[in-house]
C-alpha cells in the first residue's frame, strides 16, 4: 500500500529521494480523507523552506488543506501537471508529486517515518 | 461518518463528484431519514398553518407539497419547510433535523397563543426518508411499485407500496433533479434501500452521502437553512419573495416582509461564480474598498458544471447580474460575480 522506498510525515505528506532532490506529494490516506482534489496551489520555484513551512494549499469539493514541507529545502520545480490535472491526487497519490526539493539539512530526512511506521500510524 | 442534526451520517460513499454526476446523470440513493415530520390535524389546521407560514397554504390541494418557512414575527427564519397537504384537515411538515425540536416547540407555542382547535404532533420517529433522484428515478422506482408515478405531477405526492412496504411517494428533492422522494416506516426503510439500490443496479444508481447532497442543492441554487439563512435572515433578504403568499391574510412576519418587498431592503442573497482558481466557503467576507460588507453561506466547486461557485449575502446595491464581488480568500482577494439563480436548471424543466 504505502510504497517502501518513500519517506511519510506525520501531516501526511511524503518524500521521494532522488540523489540531490526529492519530490513531494501527500498520501493515499490524505487523499482519502480530503476526497476530489479541485485545486492545488503551488510556492515560487526558488522558494526556500524550512521543515514544517506551508508550501501551498489543497483544495477538495469538501475541505481545504495546507501541505507542509517535510524537509527545510529550496523549491527547484513545481509539478506543472497538477493545474489541469488535479485529480492525479486521488487517482496516483504517491506519484503525484507536487514539489521538487533540493535538501539542506540531511539530518532530517533520517528523522522521517517510514512505510511500516507510517502504516501503522495511519490503520 | 460525521454527526449531523444529532444523526451519524456518511459524507461520501463512492466520493462527491461520482455521486454528484450520478444524479445528473442517471440516479442517486439518499438516506434522509435525518429530516423531521411535525403534523398538525383539527378544524383550525388550515388556519394555523397559515399564521405559522409564509407561503399560502390555501392554495394546497389534497396530496400537494409546497416549499414555505416558518417565519418569527420579524420575517426570520426559525426553519425553511416542506408542507404536504394530507387530508382536508391534515397537513405534515417536513423540517431540518437539527431543528426537529426548536420547530415543535416553536409551532406549540405559537398555535397555543393564537388559539385553535388542532393538534400538533411531533411524528419524526414514525418515517424514515429516503430519497431516489435523476433522471432515471421514476423508471427505477416504477418497477417496485404499483403507484401511477408519471401522473403524479412536480410537488404532489401519492401514496402506494414500495418493495411491498405501505408508503408516501413524493416527487420532491433537493438536487435540482426530478426524483421522488419516499416515506416509509424506520422498520421497513433498509428493505427499501435495498430494493432499490438492487432495482437501480443496471442504471449504475449510486448511494449517496451529505456531500453530494450540499453539491447538488447549490448546483441548484436551493438555500441551506442554518447556512444560507437563519433566525436572523428574512424570506425576502433570502431571496425567496416567491414563497411569500403576498395575497393572504396576516401571518408572522408579514409586516417586515412587505415592507421589505416594498423597497425596504438593505442586503439580499446573491449567486456568484468565481472565475479564478478558488473556492469561497462559508463565513468568508465579501470586501469592499477592504471593509468586510457581506459574507459568502455558501460556496464549491460544483462537480457537473465544473465551476466555482456560491451564495453571498451583500448590500442590495451590490446585488445586480453582473456586478464584481471581491471575496477574501485566505488572505488574498479573488474576483466573483453576481450572476443569475439557478446555476443549474435540469434539461426540460420550464
Request: charge should be negative; proline fraction near 5%; glycine fraction near 8%.
Amino acid at each position: 500500500m504505502y510504497p517502501s522506498e518513500l519517506k511519510y510525515t506525520k501531516d501526511h505528506e511524503w518524500l521521494k529521494s532522488d540523489g540531490e532532490e526529492a519530490t513531494v506529494g501527500i498520501t493515499d490516506f490524505a487523499q482519502r480523507q480530503l476526497g476530489d482534489v479541485v485545486f492545488v496551489e503551488l510556492p515560487e520555484v526558488g522558494r526556500q523552506l524550512k521543515q514544517g513551512d506551508t508550501f501551498g494549499t489543497i483544495e477538495s469539493v469538501k475541505a481545504v488543506s495546507e501541505l507542509f514541507a517535510p524537509v527545510s529545502g529550496e523549491v527547484v520545480a513545481v509539478n506543472p501537471d497538477l493545474g489541469s490535472h488535479p485529480e492525479a491526487v486521488n487517482s496516483r497519490p504517491h506519484e503525484a508529486w507536487m514539489i521538487r526539493l533540493r535538501p539542506s539539512s540531511p539530518a532530517e530526512l533520517s528523522g522521517l517515518l517510514d512505510a511500516s511506521a507510517y502504516t501503522a500510524l495511519v490503520k | 461518518m460525521v454527526e449531523f442534526g444529532g444523526w451519524d451520517m456518511p459524507v461520501e460513499y463512492s466520493g462527491i463528484t461520482e455521486e454528484h454526476l450520478a444524479v445528473r446523470t442517471r440516479a442517486g440513493l439518499f438516506d434522509v431519514s435525518h429530516m423531521g415530520q411535525i403534523e398538525l390535524a383539527g378544524p383550525d389546521a388550515l388556519a394555523v398553518v397559515q399564521w405559522l407560514t409564509c407561503n399560502d397554504a390555501a392554495k394546497l390541494s389534497i396530496g400537494q407539497v409546497q416549499y414555505s418557512a416558518l417565519t418569527t414575527p420579524e420575517g426570520t427564519f426559525v426553519d425553511d419547510i416542506l408542507v404536504y397537504r394530507m387530508a382536508q384537515d391534515h397537513y405534515l411538515f417536513v423540517v431540518n433535523a437539527g431543528n426537529i425540536m426548536k420547530d415543535h416547540e416553536w409551532i406549540v407555542a405559537q398555535a397555543r397563543a393564537r388559539g385553535g382547535d388542532v393538534a400538533i404532533v411531533n411524528a419524526s420517529s414514525r418515517y424514515a426518508l429516503i430519497a431516489i433522484q435523476g433522471p432515471r428515478a421514476q423508471e427505477i422506482l416504477q418497477t417496485l411499485t404499483a403507484a401511477d408515478l408519471p401522473a403524479v405531477k412536480y410537488y404532489w405526492f401519492t401514496t402506494g407500496e414500495v418493495a411491498s412496504v405501505r408508503a408516501t411517494i413524493s416527487r420532491t428533492g433537493y438536487t435540482g433533479e426530478d426524483g421522488f422522494e419516499v416515506f416509509v416506516p424506520p422498520a421497513q426503510a433498509e428493505r427499501v434501500w435495498d430494493a432499490l439500490l438492487h432495482a437501480g443496479k443496471p442504471h449504475d444508481i449510486k448511494p449517496c452521502g451529505l456531500g453530494a447532497r450540499d453539491t447538488l442543492r447549490l448546483e441548484a441554487s436551493m438555500r441551506l437553512c442554518g447556512s444560507d439563512m437563519d433566525e436572523h435572515t428574512t424570506v425576502v433578504e433570502a431571496g425567496l419573495s416567491w414563497i411569500v403568499g403576498w395575497k393572504k391574510e396576516n401571518f408572522l412576519g408579514a409586516d417586515v416582509l412587505r415592507r421589505q418587498k416594498a423597497g425596504e431592503l438593505s442586503r439580499k442573497l446573491v449567486a456568484f461564480e468565481i472565475r479564478d482558481r478558488a473556492i469561497a466557503r462559508h463565513g468568508y467576507p465579501v470586501v469592499r474598498s477592504e471593509e468586510t460588507v457581506g459574507v459568502v453561506t455558501s460556496g464549491t466547486q460544483t462537480p457537473f458544471l465544473k465551476k466555482s461557485i456560491g451564495l453571498a449575502m451583500v448590500p442590495v446595491d451590490l446585488g445586480a447580474t453582473g456586478t464584481a464581488l471581491d471575496i477574501q480568500i485566505r488572505g488574498r482577494v479573488v474576483s466573483a460575480e453576481v450572476v443569475p439563480e439557478p446555476f443549474y436548471k435540469r434539461p426540460g424543466k420550464a
